[in-house]
């Protein structure tokens, strides 16, 4: 084949990839405009997936940073609409305090298994589909140039969606998985490996134990009288002990390694409606970092609350940011849109 033939090759599967994504696209557009309208906060899927009508809307709401944000954002007042100052301003307080930043924006289910939402897309196991979430990449780079960490989980989550422990999302909640909270872990433990500061923290020996547990998903919970069984999945619990009598890893407010951010960083870990207890992201970066973590995660919004509650930590103690290294902000990716607002909020009193 000549070059240029196969130059034509590309363009045409270029295309079709384009105008498959597209389709997605319209299709996500379509169902959370009729989910809203209804007032159900749940779309069905295909094969018992359930998925979260506001995160199809962030995902089919198209830019929503700069002048484009007041259009989209569900936030109530517009100045406060627009993620990119807020997330700006949090990070320069941090920088000055000698603390870093490390965001980790936690991927849409819809756009890890977009193929059992969409008709769009055939159910394939074998090969992952391709990202439907070009807005937010280029935020994300938008955020780079600005001088700010960003882990995207997005491509290492499309890459494992059917891992031998278990799916990455709950098929009925709309949180991650107890698997999902473990590979993020890793993620996010290999992004920060290598610090001075943490070869310096003394470390501890923890346990690990998978088991089986049914939950009662929020998605699942919202169908009412048409739920269908519930579903069962696997978590990893963590605590110190014998792994037949695992205590908890209590989150320490002195820790270097402080995790922020919305109840993706509750689900598996606080128990009650998050499900389990010591199975979360912070049990697991717990393990993989060798000490506790703090925690300052709220079951609201990860945008404005999340950091709120920051500055009433550092109003009851003067010293709390003094033992801090880095900042782990890890919130649902639909929040650029879907949260009331990005306020701007002081860290010192």
């Known amino acids: 084949m000549t070059l240029i033939g196969l130059l034509g090759v590309v363009i045409v599967s270029f295309a079709a990839e384009a105008d498959v994504v597209g389709k997605v696209i319209d299709q996500y557009a379509s169902l959370a405009r ?22 199809l809307r962030f995902l089919s709401a198209g830019p929503f940073w700069g002048k484009a944000a007041a259009k989209v954002s569900k936030a109530t007042r517009p100045e406060f609409a627009d993620p990119l100052p807020a997330i700006v301003d949090f990070s320069r307080q941090l920088k000055t305090m000698g603390i870093e930043l490390l965001m980790v924006p936690v991927p849409p289910k819809s756009v890890i298994y977009p193929d059992f939402l969409s008709e769009a897309l055939p159910i394939s196991r074998e090969k992952p589909p391709e990202r439907i979430d070009s807005e937010t990449q280029a935020f994300y780079q938008l955020l780079r140039k600005e001088g700010i960490q960003v882990l995207d989980l997005t491509t290492s989550f499309l890459a494992n969606r059917f891992h031998r422990d278990g799916a990455l999302f709950c098929q009925q909640d709309t949180h991650w998985s107890g698997n999902g909270t473990v590979l993020a872990a890793r993620k996010i433990y290999e992004e920060i490996q290598g610090r001075a500061w943490l070869k310096a923290v003394p470390r501890a020996t923890y346990q690990a134990g998978w088991k089986t547990l049914p939950i009662e998903g929020d998605l699942w919970k919202a169908l009412g009288d048409k739920q269908p069984s519930r579903e069962v999945l696997r978590v990893r619990q963590v605590g110190t002990g014998s792994t037949e009598a695992m205590k908890s890893i209590i989150p320490d407010r002195k820790s270097p390694v402080l995790l922020v951010g919305d109840s993706h960083n509750l689900v598996f870990h606080a128990g009650e409606d998050m499900h389990a207890r010591d199975a979360g992201l912070p049990d697991q970066l717990a393990l993989e970092l060798g000490f506790p973590v703090d925690l300052a995660g709220v079951r609201g919004s990860g945008a404005t609350p999340a950091r709120v509650n920051l500055l009433r930590r550092a109003q009851r103690d003067p010293d709390y940011w003094k033992t801090k290294k880095i900042v782990i902000w890890c919130f649902a990716a639909r929040e650029f849109t879907q949260s009331d607002g990005w306020r701007k909020v002081p860290l010192l009193p």
């Open 34 to 55: 009729s989910a809203e309208q209804k007032g159900n906060m749940t779309v069905p899927g295909k094969e018992g997936w359930l998925f979260f009508g506001p995160e």
